[in-house]
DNA sequence: TGGATACCATCTGGAAATCAGATAGATGAA
DNA sequence: TTCATCTATCTGATTTCCAGATGGTATCCA
């Protein structure tokens, strides 16, 4: 069997007959009359009926043109990938995101990527904190999205994306619940939940008040432990959101700095590494998603 | 692009070198060379690393290699129909039953069909009564299973499968379901609700006793309207039950007559036609059911 | 370091498949 | 019946395909 006895057979169906197939083709008609002939004793069965002017797909014919419409797009798809891949499309793109909270916005975005590049293998990760920054020296990950570091890495090339404002919030069932004004004397003496990677780092120390601390790996992790009034804890405010409108937890109000503390989220990227299409068109739609 | 270049392709990956694979597949290693150096050509796409003593799939190779291997199931695919539609197999097989109310026992036959003819293409249809015949007779319908006629035609092989139990039911909000023993004379004088198929016949008037009749196509519409206590009605026990154990309806105690009419099934098949493979084994399947 | 082994790329002549064109027979419409 | 159009088959020329030989390279081991 062959792919071209498959292309000549659909070709006849297509057209009706093996003269216009023959024609359509740019070949000879005893070119496709034996070739469907062969591919008729290759899979010893008759696929025409012959008896009339014009050829007439046998029952068994049917079913055999349908399999092989599936192995035709299968081909298809293998040389459009070939295609993609010889255009530099990589053949895996891994997403590392600081925290999973960001889902939300970043899922519509991850639709038009899969629109624009169909065959592109994604793999999103969600590393916190130094965590991140280490896949992408490893190269593990292609680009990242995490917030700006108090002390700035020189490796990566960076690029500010939106700003998030964090805020602290507590189950409404804690004592600080009940204050009408919150200082950070208060927060000290109560346990403050924080996010953590799975090693060490200065970094992860950012925004601790508290002496009493549990780290909790991921900002969903933190907040269902603030919802059983485990502690206080600094959250996205989209994070907060929801279990805010079920009256499950309540902002503080503190009294010598804002209530609310913005962060600036960043895309990053490997100085010396080019990345393909993929990652140049999500670079661009995440930055121009910004303006 | 061409099959034996995939086929190559896989057999490369599979045996580690190319060297290897050409022993595998019978040929020399240069065949093997300039099929894979080909095919890299036809792709755009460089497959191997060889800068080692093994050939090393590159990253682009290893996504080739996956959609190679389904275009070569395909195919696969393929060869295995054509070989079952040689070996005979029916490009379409038709089961026709006398209501769909016979579905409980039989799906577990279609699921073991299903194991046994894979690549069978089934359709299911439930024409009534007469519609049923014509379905055989015309050839729409290769196997069929009904109730035994009165009147016995000629031009089926007929097969005795289960015999199936009968009852008159009625809503137990109905004025007959208060009565502790029911006549003939009673059934008479209520609406009957009735199976019917699309055209008109005698046959459909089996077991009929009141003057004022609905007809309903299957026995699933005409429990339907008993439960909703629109007259009474001779339906299946399994179609009952049901119904039954949730007190909706009740079976009616009939004096004259036992409460339940046993009616036979049969399978049906046209006397002049040949059954393919899996016509066989159903047939086959289903009479030793009854044993 | 040098030899042995297994690997891959390339070349070449002969075998095999493929193709275009010609021919003959069949069908269906006018 | 005639004519246009179809399919099957044959044939010689071209092209492709293949086995074997050869040379270069990577790896292992003494």
Do not use: W
């Given at each position: 069997?062959?792919?071209?006895?498959?292309?000549?057979?659909?070709?006849?169906?297509?057209?009706?007959?093996?003269?216009?197939?023959?024609?359509?083709?740019?070949?000879?008609?005893?070119?496709?009359?034996?070739?469907?002939?062969?591919?008729?004793?290759?899979?010893?069965?008759?696929?025409?009926?012959?008896?009339?002017?014009?050829?007439?797909?046998?029952?068994?014919?049917?079913?055999?043109?349908?399999?092989?419409?599936?192995?035709?797009?299968?081909?298809?798809?293998?040389?459009?990938?070939?295609?993609?891949?010889?255009?530099?499309?990589?053949t895996r793109f891994c997403l590392a995101v600081d925290d999973e909270g960001q889902l939300p916005w970043l899922a519509p975005v991850l639709a038009e990527l899969s629109a624009q590049f169909p065959k592109l293998e994604l793999q999103v990760l969600f590393p916190l904190l130094e965590d991140l920054t280490l896949m992408l020296e490893r190269g593990d990950a292609d680009l990242g999205i995490c917030f700006q570091p108090q002390q700035l890495p020189e490796q990566f090339l960076r690029w500010p994306?939106?700003?998030?404002?964090?805020?602290?919030?507590?189950?409404?069932?804690?004592?600080?619940?009940?204050?009408?004004?919150?200082?950070?004397?208060?927060?000290?003496?109560?346990?403050?939940?924080?996010?953590?990677?799975r090693g060490e780092s200065l970094e992860k120390q950012r925004g601790r008040l508290s002496s009493q601390v549990w780290w909790l790996e991921g900002d969903i992790a933190v907040l269902a432990l603030v919802e059983q009034n485990l502690g206080w804890a600094w959250l996205p405010l989209h994070v907060l959101q929801p279990a805010m409108l079920q009256g499950k937890i309540k902002l503080l109000p503190i009294n010598s700095e804002p209530a609310q503390l913005p962060l600036q989220l960043e895309l990053w990227q490997l100085r010396d590494k080019t990345p393909g299409p993929a990652g140049l068109w999500l670079r661009q739609r995440l930055l121009q998603l910004k303006g």
């Open positions: 069997m062959n792919l071209q006895q498959l292309d000549i057979l659909l070709a006849v169906v297509a057209a009706g007959s093996f003269s216009a197939a023959a024609r359509k083709l740019g070949k000879v008609q005893s070119a496709v009359s034996t070739a469907i002939s062969e591919l008729e004793i290759d899979l010893n069965l008759q696929l025409f009926d012959r008896s009339g002017r014009y050829p007439k797909l046998t029952e068994a014919g049917a079913r055999i043109v349908q399999q092989a419409q599936l192995v035709r797009q299968q081909c298809q798809q293998l040389t459009e990938l070939a295609a993609d891949l010889a255009g530099g499309l990589e994306l939106q700003q998030l404002q964090f805020a602290a919030a507590v189950s409404t069932a804690h004592v600080l619940a009940t204050l009408a004004e919150v200082t950070t004397a208060d927060l000290q003496q109560h346990r403050q939940l924080m996010v953590t990677g």
